[in-house]
């Protein structure tokens, strides 16, 4: 017989007791499907917002660094706010003097190219002249001494301003690529700049609306979570009381097994005890009769050998008294009717109906989940008047149009500064590539000549490789002559451009200037007034307004705007929430169908626990059972009694001991054997029942206690973890619209309603104009200018070192005509220069 072990439900009991009171100690424990998703919104302003443009550092910086020193040098005057005040309101008025003053170090730079300009061509014509009549650059009259220092040292001197040439126009090379590839995209962004500013505040009152249409992304995430929430919180509760439920069913079944065993065991008590005793009485006196003949029989003088046999006859008498065992009565009484319930289907029949919680769950909820979705569904008044309350800007069509204006009139402007890029960087290549082709010159000429000069002393040698380099050389000479003009010329114009970017508008920009003085009233005409324009507020200056743009203002703060605006106002829906907290208040679930123990089986519990099936006299059953029914072996006596008849002289008395064994035999049969099989079952019930009796009544003892304590507290366990399951929903669902408020004070507040795009484009502004045009530009006329005033020490040790390379006149060979020497000299040179 299997026994729950009385501990069993005890600890359950405890378990649960601690799970409840840990339960009501901490506050929430939400699962992991209590995790809220991330909801993806759909970002709103793009627009307006320009990629914050940066020039990443490279490794012309130290050039771009060197020319901007180089140009604060020229300009050393501060920024001219007269002077550009005059120019900007009245441009007939403006003095030349005043600009000269200004520009004083441009002035002195363009003496300087003017003086290039006029001097080296006109030295070059001369030089030509010159070597035309053969009057100079010819070749070195007479070999002596420090001849070979000389040379050396003029050759030494060229290679290295060649070189110095060479890195200038490599640098040239990359700055007027660099310059080329800089303007086209910056020109390209201009209409872009000045149309994401066009919506600043016009566009805002349809990107709010678009924000609050977004709403719907958590309501739709809450709505189709609503659609779960019976099923999962069922589902909860079930996992959660399972552990507890489960067992106490399995123990309840068994408990029905066990009562039913113990109650069949006291019935056979019952009906074997009733057998005994109704057959004890017939038995003894058919055995007295047995006994009384027998014993007669046996005591007669001729029976031989009977001695051993009438003692055992003496014995023929009952062993147990079965009047002596107990009564059953009250015990039976008290289990009349027992068992009333069938505790399997009871149990079979809880468990279904506690395994289907999930769906009772989701029935019992389904209205007020109905109401929390209607509830869901409607947009708080807050969230739907987000756009309808953002005040317009009387600046803001008037500023639309001023752009729309600036894009449409730039265009022209812009298509013409693209056009003369294109001149500039095709005249940049080509005066490059010219330098280029004096550096090579230079150096093929070098080498050349050194190839010559040491060939000279081989008597062999024909002097035209010397010939062929000062050839080269005086080539380059030649070039760098005709296009000194336009070398000079390129470059000043780009100078004079570049520069004045750089230090009028640039190094204003940036140390801010530039807003100071569109802010001093009377500086701008009153067509440009910024500050109207814009429409900013009265008292926030432009320089100023820039600064919280920068920092990420909202547009009210900065703009002057018909009414206030407060984002957060709409973005409060504490009304909205606060309502669908207290209909989730009235989720409820019943749990009063699981009813672990029906009545029936309550009242056999308690019959049982009553009927005092412990206390039953148990030994004294035993002490007769142990007893043997009659208290000699009847089997033995009745072979004994047949060998002894057989064994008799005298017939008549054996033929009477046969029959008397014969009698014994059926008595036996008849009478002591039943009696003998009911001892049997006696035993092993009585045995059984003694052994599991106390036990069980502990175990329904025990039963009854928890399934009492259960019934009050499942419901209230299901009903706090509903609580806390329902707690944890809301918790997520608020969380979904909390997200939709993070996601959307960001927006308005960083991407929406805010003037950053203003600083940002102006920050774009500058950092194309200055940082990514205007470095370049000024670099590559530096570069130019580098290798064009390099040009007038390559010139002149260029003829210098040619006449190194001629062959030399032999003092012996002197008396000979010019002629014959003349034989040797090809007039390619005269021609070229
Ligand atoms: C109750 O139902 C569950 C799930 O169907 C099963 O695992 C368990 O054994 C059942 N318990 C009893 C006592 O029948
Ligand atoms: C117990 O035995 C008596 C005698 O046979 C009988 O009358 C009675 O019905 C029995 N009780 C039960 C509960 O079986
Ligand atoms: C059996 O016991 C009862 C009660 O103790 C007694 O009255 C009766 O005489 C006994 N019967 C025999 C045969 O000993
Ligand atoms: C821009 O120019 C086009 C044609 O050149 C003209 O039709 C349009 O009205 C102009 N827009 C503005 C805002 O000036
Ligand atoms: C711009 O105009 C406003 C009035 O519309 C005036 O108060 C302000 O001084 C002006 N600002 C400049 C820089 O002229
Ligand atoms: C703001 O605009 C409304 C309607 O556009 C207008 O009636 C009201 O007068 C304006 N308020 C101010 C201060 O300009
Ligand atoms: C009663 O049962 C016990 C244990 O099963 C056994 O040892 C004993 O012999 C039995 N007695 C009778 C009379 O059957």
């Not at 020039?55 to 040098?73: A, E, I, N, Q, T």
């Amino acid at each position: 017989m299997r026994l729950p072990g009385s501990l069993g439900p005890l600890a359950l009991l405890l378990g649960l007791e601690l799970a409840l009171g840990r339960g009501q100690m901490t506050s929430q424990y939400c699962g992991p499907q209590g995790q809220a998703e991330k909801l993806q919104f759909i970002g709103l302003g793009k627009g307006r917002w320009l990629d914050p443009q940066a020039r990443p550092p490279g490794s012309l910086d130290p050039l771009y660094r060197m020319v901007r020193g180089f140009l604060d040098m020229v300009q050393l005057n501060p920024f001219p706010e007269g002077l550009i005040r005059v120019a900007l309101n009245e441009p007939s008025l403006v003095r030349t003097s005043d600009v000269v003053r200004y520009e004083a170090g441009y002035v002195v730079c363009a003496v300087i190219a003017g003086l290039f300009l006029l001097i080296v061509p006109t030295v070059g014509f001369c030089f030509c002249c010159c070597r035309f009549r053969r009057r100079c650059g010819g070749r070195v009259k007479a070999e002596h001494k420090s001849m070979a220092c000389e040379r050396g040292s003029l050759m030494t001197f060229l290679l290295l301003i060649t070189l110095l040439l060479l890195t200038g126009v490599v640098c040239a090379f990359i700055t007027n690529q660099r310059t080329h590839e800089e303007i086209g995209p910056g020109v390209r962004a201009v209409p872009g700049v000045l149309n994401s500013l066009q919506g600043l505040v016009s566009d805002v009152p349809q990107e709010l609306q678009a924000v609050a249409g977004q709403f719907s992304i958590p309501q739709n995430q809450v709505l189709e979570e609503l659609n779960g929430v019976g099923a999962n919180i069922g589902s909860t509760i079930h996992t959660q009381l399972r552990g507890t439920v489960y067992p106490m069913l399995a123990s309840l079944q068994r408990l029905g097994q066990d009562m039913q065993i113990s109650l069949d065991h006291l019935y056979k008590i019952n009906s074997s005890t009733a057998f005994l005793q109704a057959q004890q009485e017939p038995l003894g006196s058919s055995l007295q009769d047995r006994r009384q003949k027998l014993l007669s029989l046996l005591q007669d003088a001729q029976c031989q050998g009977c001695a051993s046999a009438l003692n055992h006859a003496r014995l023929l008498e009952l062993g147990a008294n079965f009047s002596q065992v107990p009564s059953l009565n009250s015990v039976l009484q008290k289990l009349k009717g027992v068992p009333e319930a069938n505790f399997s289907n009871m149990v079979q029949k809880d468990n279904s109906t506690f395994n289907t919680l999930p769906v009772l769950t989701t029935l019992e909820i389904a209205d007020t989940v109905h109401e929390l979705k209607k509830e869901v569904s409607q947009i708080p008044e807050e969230v739907r008047t987000l756009s309808e309350g953002f005040p317009d800007s009387e600046a803001a069509d008037r500023w639309r149009q001023a752009l729309a204006e600036a894009e449409n009139s730039s265009r022209p402007y812009l298509h013409a500064i693209q056009r003369y890029e294109r001149y500039r960087w095709i005249a940049g290549y080509v005066l490059s590539s010219v330098i280029l082709l004096v550096v090579i010159c230079n150096l093929l000429g070098l080498s050349l000549g050194l190839w010559g000069i040491s060939a000279r002393e081989d008597s062999s040698h024909t002097e035209a490789k010397g010939e062929a380099g000062a050839q080269f050389l005086m080539a380059g000479v030649g070039l760098s002559f005709i296009f000194s003009g336009p070398f000079i010329l390129l470059i000043f114009v780009t100078f004079l451009l570049g520069g004045n970017i750089q230090t009028l508008v640039c190094r204003s920009w940036e140390s801010q200037e530039l807003y100071q003085f569109a802010d001093t009233p009377g500086n701008l005409p009153s067509s440009m007034n910024l500050s109207h324009l814009l429409g900013l507020k009265k008292d926030i200056s432009i320089l100023s307004a820039y600064q919280q743009c920068k920092e990420g203002a909202a547009l009210w703060k900065v703009l002057q705007l018909n009414g206030s605006y407060d984002p957060e106002k709409h973005l409060d829906i504490n009304k909205y929430t606060a309502r669908l907290r207290e209909k989730m208040r009235n989720l409820e679930v019943d749990m009063s169908d699981l009813n672990l123990l029906n009545e029936a089986a309550e009242r056999d519990l308690e019959a049982f626990r009553n009927s005092g099936i412990e206390k039953i006299d148990y030994p004294s059953f035993l002490a007769q059972v142990q007893k043997p029914v009659v208290q000699v072996d009847i089997l033995k006596l009745v072979k004994e009694l047949e060998k002894l008849g057989q064994a008799q002289k005298e017939s008549a008395l054996g033929q009477q001991l046969k029959q008397e064994a014969q009698t014994l035999q059926t008595l036996y049969q008849e009478k002591i054997l039943p009696q003998e099989t009911h001892v049997v079952t006696l035993n092993r019930s009585v045995r059984a029942l003694s052994a599991s009796s106390s036990r069980l009544q502990m175990v329904v003892s025990e039963t009854l206690v928890n399934t009492s304590f259960l019934k009050t507290e499942l419901p209230n366990r299901a009903h706090w973890i509903l609580r806390n399951e329902s707690e944890c929903f809301l918790n997520r669902e608020m969380s979904y619209f909390s997200q939709y408020m993070d996601w959307a004070r960001k927006m308005v507040t960083e991407h929406i309603a805010t003037c950053q795009p203003l600083s940002g484009a102006l920050d774009n502004s500058r950092v194309i104009l200055c940082d990514l045009i205007a470095n370049p530009w000024n670099a590559f006329w530096f570069c130019l200018a580098w290798c064009t005033f390099l040009l007038i020490p390559s010139i002149i040790f260029a003829i210098k070192t040619t006449k190194h390379f001629r062959p030399i006149r032999k003092r012996l060979s002197s008396t000979s005509s010019e002629e014959t020497q003349l034989f040797h000299i090809p007039r390619v040179t005269s021609l070229k220069l």
